[in-house]
């Protein structure tokens, strides 16, 4: 018998259907895990998107147009 997660239906639903159609058993279980103690909740205020960046030293226009000749290559 082989199990399959609801995550394997959203992505590889092909596989699983697959093993139907060469005559497995298949079950599906939940994909959800909860980390020990049972936190599920996450806080978004550590995130990086929330991080002070007025600090951070950043690039102008030239900076970011050189950066991204730099990284073209030749082809």
Do not use: C
Not at 14 to 40: I, N, Q, R
Not at 61 to 70: F, G, I, M, R, V
């Amino acid at each position: 018998m082989k199990t399959a997660t609801i995550d394997d239906l959203r992505h590889r639903l092909a596989m699983v259907f697959s093993w139907l159609e060469s005559g497995e058993d298949v079950v599906v279980k939940s994909s959800a895990t909860t980390p020990a103690g049972g936190a599920t909740r996450v806080d978004w205020t550590q995130s990086a998107a929330f991080r002070d960046r007025s600090q951070e030293q950043s690039l102008n226009a030239a900076e970011t147009a050189e950066l991204y000749e730099s990284y073209k290559g030749e082809h």
